[in-house]
């Protein structure tokens, strides 16, 4: 894949991780059929996604898109990508979205960090078939090892959603607006697309990721978390050596 830019302590650098990731999105967006309703993800992925996806529907590829958010609805509008809504449709042929943590080899997630998770699940559950688009960088031996799993929650009472989080084993954070300090008290706090709040919720590594996920959708005040379990079938993985594909197993 070229020469690579790595960082001290030997990672590589973000030209580097786009590289990957972009080639990872040439080859999902590749395996798209003519006709299909595809779920555009979000966040940095769809940056990569959405300029791919033009080119191949500039070329002939016939496709609507349904996007995650307003930004990639926004962003896929303006790369002249046919779009419809969710309610519009009764299934979707599949989605290409992106991933903070993926752990083989089962194709658990972690996903959320640019606060499109709801609906980001929403068009995985309708999806007859889900990709994720990722570079190596991703790939961990446990979930939330590294990152903190968001959760989504009503703004009204959302100090006592967090306290029952805490009773969880979470130390839950709420997420601030424009990427400020979550201790900045006096920073209003991050509000997604359909007006709740995100709780960034550190657990350390989950030996049990799929019954933390029943836990966390159980919780009153909840409205969804972070954890994909059992929502792709197929992940692009762009590193060092070229693009690696995996199935799920079992």
């Known amino acids: 894949m070229g020469e690579q830019g790595v960082l001290a302590g030997g990672q590589p650098d973000a030209a580097t991780l786009a590289a990957w990731k972009r080639a990872a999105a040439e080859a999902a967006v590749a395996s798209i ?14 940056e990569l996604l959405l300029p791919v996806l033009a080119e191949r529907i500039r070329q002939g590829l ?37 991933a903070d943590e993926v752990l083989l080899p089962r194709l658990e997630l972690i996903k959320g960090r640019g606060g ?17 688009v990722a570079d190596a960088t991703k ?10 799993i968001p959760v989504e929650v009503v703004p009204f009472g959302w ?6 989080l805490v009773a969880l084993g979470a130390a ?9 300090d979550p201790t900045d008290a006096n920073a209003p706090p991050f509000v997604t ?14 030996a049990q990721p799929d019954v933390l996920a029943s836990y966390l959708k159980a919780t009153v005040g909840v409205v969804e978390h972070g954890l994909f379990i059992g929502m792709t079938e197929r992940v692009y993985i762009g590193g060092p050596d070229g693009v690696q594909v995996y199935d799920r197993a079992g």
């Open 172 to 180: 839950p954070v709420l997420r601030r607006a424009g990427g400020a």
């Open 139 to 148: 790939l961990v031996p446990m979930l939330a090892r590294t990152h903190p």
């Open 62 to 98: 016939r496709v609507t898109g349904i996007p995650t958010s307003e930004r990639t609805r926004e962003q896929a509008a303006a790369h002249g990508i046919p779009l419809t809504d969710l309610d519009s449709v009764q299934l979707v042929t599949m989605s290409i979205d992106g």
């Open 33 to 46: 059929p003519d006709g299909a309703i595809v779920g555009l993800g979000s966040g940095s992925t769809a």
């Open 159 to 164: 100090r006592h959603t967090a306290g029952r």
């Open 116 to 132: 499109a998770l709801l609906r980001e699940k929403l068009v995985a559950a309708a999806s007859r078939y889900r990709v994720i």
């Open 193 to 206: 697309d359909s007006g709740h709040y995100v709780l960034d919720c550190r657990f350390g590594p989950l």
